[in-house]
């Protein structure tokens, strides 16, 4: 089966970083997506790592560990726009392509 | 380009009435799936069509709901006889598929179904 297990809240102050984690259990698994939703609006596509090691994308970036099976997504120079939640999925390639969520990281940035 | 539609974007229904949800993915998209996304949770695939193959169906909660991709492009989801549990978020997504690195979903903005 598969299971992906990130935190449920978090705050942080605007201007500063924050790390969001994420670790997934799957059979198949063929890389890890991390999304971005902002209440009532539909998922946002940021970042995809299918290899181990760090992507850096402007104030964003992902990190996974295979081996670990754990992966991370960084927000750095946080502003008020960043809160949102953040969903971290696992694509499982086990049948079918199949993206698994977890049930996301609702960030609040404090002034 | 546009991006993946949906509609209707709201819909109000009473128990035990059928309702159709309406997906158009993006252009030249072979890939498309089905979510629902329930107050305070995780998004719960549903069903995803990959060109013309028969579609992966594990996600679907009961034999009331159905979907189909005609044409290779737009899809209906369909549930029938609604029950409140049904209440939901609804969104479609679609990809290139194929080579890993094309596997991106972009989302639709959602069918937000209430069914009282």
């Known amino acids: 089966g598969q299971n992906i297990d990130q935190p449920t809240e978090m705050t942080a102050t605007e201007g500063a970083i924050v790390q969001i984690n994420c670790t997934y259990q799957?059979?198949?698994?063929?890389?890890l997506f991390w999304y971005q939703q902002h209440a009532g609006e539909a998922p946002t596509f940021l970042s995809y790592?299918?290899?181990?090691g760090l992507e850096e994308k402007g104030r964003f970036s992902s990190f996974l560990s295979r081996s670990k099976g754990y992966s991370y997504l960084l927000l750095k120079e946080l502003q008020m726009k960043d809160s949102a939640s953040y969903l971290c999925a696992a694509l499982d390639q086990t049948g079918a392509n199949n993206l698994f969520f977890g049930t996301g990281t609702r960030l609040t940035v404090i002034p | 380009g546009a991006g993946v539609s949906q509609s209707p974007s709201n819909k109000v229904t009473e128990k035990g009435k059928d309702v159709e949800l309406r997906c158009d993915p993006i252009?030249?998209?072979?890939?498309l799936y089905w979510y629902r996304q329930s107050l305070g949770q995780g998004l719960e695939f549903l069903i995803y069509?990959?060109?013309?193959?028969?579609?992966?169906k594990s996600g679907l909660p009961s034999d009331r709901f159905s979907a189909e991709r005609t044409g290779g492009s737009v899809s209906t989801l369909t549930i029938q006889r609604t029950q409140q549990e049904d209440s939901a978020v609804y969104l479609c997504?679609?990809?290139?598929?194929?080579?890993?690195?094309?596997?991106?979903?972009?989302f639709g903005p959602g069918t937000r179904l209430l069914v009282l």
């Open positions: 069509f990959q060109g013309n193959s028969a579609p992966d």
């Open positions: 252009s030249g998209h072979t890939a």
């Open positions: 799957t059979s198949g698994f063929n890389g």
């Open positions: 790592n299918v290899l181990d």
């Open positions: 997504a679609s990809s290139l598929a194929g080579l890993a690195g094309t596997e991106t979903q972009y």
